[in-house]
């Protein structure tokens, strides 16, 4: 079955220091998506990816997808308390339905 | 525009009985998805739904679950006879067409005592 891994599984940062994470798909994607997890919620759409390649940016958050469109990742520059939460990457491989990758939980210290 | 609706929030039921979980998608939606997601776990898929179809059950234990997305009213997730591995958060999802950018409902979370 389809498999998404994302590393890594936690990470720590000072305020302000940046923070990346990184998703691998075991197939080719037809589109990759992030959402973001605060604590006790529920998962929030952030961004598509669908060409090889693509790279998109919301205000600190810089968004890429691989050439081979089975691998991607999220870098925060200049990380905020109000950062902390669980990122998730989620693709498809044609199919409707979205395989989530196992998220990163970020935790900022300030 | 009211967005993902799901209810219960919070569902205590004794180990045995049936759980029945509620979700009703955005306006102009017609796709709906539930996920599971275990403590410090990540987002498991279990069923895709349209309206009166299951389009994709491959994430659906085979016994005990069931979910439907009728023609009027809510997708409903049941499962029965519950045990204490279905506690968990189950979460529904609607997006407009296949694929695309999800609206998470708040969840549900299930508790077997």
């Known amino acids: 079955g389809q498999q998404v891994m994302q590393i890594p599984q936690y990470q720590h940062v000072q305020e302000g220091e940046d923070f990346t994470t990184y998703c691998n798909s075991s197939?080719?994607?037809?589109?990759i998506q992030w959402y973001k997890q605060r604590p006790g919620g529920h998962p929030v759409f952030l961004i598509q990816?669908?060409?090889?390649?693509e790279v998109k940016k919301q205000k600190r958050l810089t968004f890429q997808f691989g050439e081979a469109k089975k691998n991607s990742s999220l870098h925060i520059t200049a990380t905020q308390t109000t950062d902390v939460g669980t990122y998730f990457c989620?693709?498809?491989?044609?199919?409707?339905?979205?395989?989530f990758g196992t998220g990163t939980r970020l935790t900022v210290i300030p | 525009n009211a967005g993902v609706m799901q209810n219960p929030r919070h569902l205590v039921r004794r180990r045995g009985q049936e759980a029945r979980l509620r979700c009703s998608p955005m306006?102009?939606?017609?796709?709906v998805y539930w996920y599971r997601q275990l403590p410090e776990e990540g987002l498991k898929f279990m069923v895709y739904?349209?309206?009166?179809?299951?389009?994709?059950e491959s994430g659906m234990p085979k016994e005990r679950f069931s979910a439907e997305f009728p023609k009027e009213g809510p997708s409903i997730l049941r499962i029965q006879q519950v045990v204490r591995g279905d506690s968990a958060a189950y979460f529904c999802?609607?997006?407009?067409?296949?694929?695309?950018?999800?609206?998470f409902g708040s969840g549900t979370r299930l508790t077997v005592v």
């Open positions: 306006k102009g939606h017609s796709h």
């Open positions: 197939t080719t994607l037809s589109n």
């Open positions: 990816l669908v060409k090889s390649g």
């Open positions: 739904l349209q309206k009166e179809n299951i389009i994709d």
């Open positions: 989620a693709g498809t491989t044609g199919a409707n339905n979205l395989f």
């Open positions: 999802a609607s997006s407009p067409t296949g694929g695309y950018g999800y609206t």
